[in-house]
């Protein structure tokens, strides 16, 4: 008989787990920078801003057309400009949170970032540059059409819109960005956002002032509960420290608290 020499059999060598390299998060930069390019991305919000300088061009060439000649100035130009914008730039801010919902892509943005707040706050910075940036182009708009208006009127081309001016007509216009956007986060639906916000600009002031005539302790109140009265003196120039307070008091009623609860319900909300 023959011996047969077993040989030892090497157990092979388990690898060493790799360690798992962190990623790091998605800068807020990049993130704002997707939330602007959406808005472009679909057809009604490419529209929607094209909209802001056709309508702004019209605006300017009404005011040429139909106004007098003794009242072509800038600020003709500005407050002819300055209404379709009240308009067209808080429906920007609800559909750039609200697209997220009606096209269903909200679960897309949510798993690629899970923390809902830097999405939110990334729209609201988009939103907010959106703003600034179409009423700078409506002003360029505006200042050729103060050129042309008087050239063609024969008058003395008046420039009587200051920087300080300006800049709360810009700051007006964004906080009405803002409350388009305060209605999109709390509702989250385009048609009930978009309702919502007309019942507030055109049909909640008109009672506000039929309560302030009829209720003399209303009247007291009113400039510190109604965010359109208090907002409204950003356009005229006339902020005073009383008025600030006015403003910011009556932002806390119609805007903060509002978006606070809107965000609580984003946070906890189910994304289909």
Do not use: C, H
Request: glycine share 8%.
């Amino acid at each position: 008989m023959t011996a047969t020499t077993v040989q030892p059999t090497t157990l092979p060598t388990t690898a060493a787990p790799r360690e798992r390299r962190a990623v790091p998060p998605i800068g807020m930069g990049r993130i704002v920078g997707v939330e602007l390019r959406k808005m472009f991305d679909t057809r009604a919000g490419f529209w929607m801003l094209m909209s802001i300088a056709i309508l702004s061009v019209l605006a300017t060439g009404a005011a040429i057309l139909f106004a007098p000649d003794a009242d072509i100035d800038f600020q003709l130009f500005a407050s002819a400009i300055g209404i379709p914008m009240s308009i067209i730039l808080p429906m920007i801010a609800i559909l750039s949170v609200t697209g997220e919902y009606t096209q269903r892509t909200g679960l897309t943005t949510y798993t690629m970032i899970p923390r809902r707040g830097r999405t939110i706050a990334a729209k609201a910075i988009s939103a907010v540059l959106v703003g600034v940036v179409s009423m700078f182009v409506a002003l360029v708009v505006g200042a050729l059409g103060n050129v042309v208006g008087s050239a063609i009127a024969g008058v003395d081309t008046t420039w009587n819109v200051s920087v300080s001016e300006f800049a709360g007509i810009v700051l007006a216009q964004v906080l009405g960005m803002t409350v388009g956007f305060m209605l999109g986060v709390l509702l989250r639906s385009s048609a009930a956002a978009i309702v919502a916000y007309f019942v507030y600009s055109l049909v909640l002031p008109s009672l506000l002032m039929l309560l302030a005539g009829a209720q003399s302790w209303f009247a007291d109140l009113q400039p510190w509960v109604d965010f359109n009265y208090a907002s409204s003196r950003l356009y005229d120039g006339t902020m005073t420290g009383e008025y600030w307070a006015q403003l910011g008091t009556s932002s806390v009623v119609w805007l903060v608290a509002p978006l606070a609860v809107g965000l609580a319900l984003v946070m906890r909300s189910e994304v289909k």
